[in-house]
């Protein structure tokens, strides 16, 4: 069963306290994506990857950090510097450099709340 | 800076009527266009896409028109049915920029009974 999966699908964060959000994937994609949506804001990139060990800043990074130790994962810590964290935050994967590479599928989405 | 705007917000069509969703985007070197269709709890998903070398392109009930001078493009559902209600996203990239989508705000749609 092959595709992008994204956990826990709910997370409580507590005041100061850094949460990780986890993004696995199966489709030997080369380029990773996270974003955030809020109502009425549709999706914004915060951190994106083309290659394992090396990631760069999308439009929204203060108060996140991500890693790319494997292909087929890109954890995103919300770290207690970003103080209006509340919201569902997206995983999407695509191709990279190989035919249809703009394409992006995406995963189920984790809801992160405040406490 | 937004640089993919949509509209409307929201729409309520009849079944079987026509929903029309408006994008228009700023930056000229864009030249992939897709939509996505999201539902209540779920990530999006690919709908269709077209790139500026056609100015229409149709999958089943779903067309996108594309307008290169007025730097325009939608998205038609013919014959809308309840399980087209959704949230509808249209995005755009750029070749070259790692396929980062700039996405639109979102609109709405309820097709009603």
């Known amino acids: 069963d092959g595709g992008i999966t994204q956990s826990p699908k709910y997370l409580f964060r507590k005041e100061g306290q850094n949460v990780t959000l986890s993004c696995e994937q199966n489709l030997n994609h080369d380029a990773m994506y996270w974003y955030r949506q809020d109502p009425g804001q549709g999706l914004r990139l915060i951190y994106y990857s083309q290659i394992v060990n090396d990631f760069q800043k999308g439009d929204i990074a203060e108060g996140y950090s991500v890693s790319r130790e494997k292909k087929e994962s890109f954890p995103l810590t919300v770290t207690s510097a970003q103080k209006n964290p509340t919201a569902f935050y997206l995983c999407?994967?695509?191709?990279?450099?190989?035919?249809?590479?703009?394409?992006?599928?995406f995963g189920a989405g984790t809801r992160l709340s405040v406490l | 800076q937004q640089q993919v705007k949509q509209s409307p917000q929201s729409l309520i069509v009849q079944k079987g009527g026509i929903s029309i969703i408006n994008c228009a985007y700023e930056?000229?070197?864009?030249?992939?266009f897709p939509w996505y269709q999201q539902f209540p709890g779920k990530g999006p998903a690919l709908l269709i896409a077209?790139?500026?070398?056609?100015s229409e392109k149709k999958e089943g009930r779903f067309t996108i028109s594309f307008n290169k001078s007025a730097k325009q493009f939608s998205l038609h559902i013919m014959d809308s049915q309840p399980g087209d209600s959704a949230t509808y996203f249209c995005a755009a990239s750029e070749t070259g920029t790692a396929s980062k989508l700039t996405f639109g705000t979102g609109t709405r749609l309820q097709v009603t009974l």
């Open positions: 077209i790139r500026p070398d056609v």
């Open positions: 999407a994967s695509s191709p990279g450099r190989r035919l249809a590479k703009n394409i992006q599928y």
């Open positions: 930056n000229t070197a864009f030249d992939y």
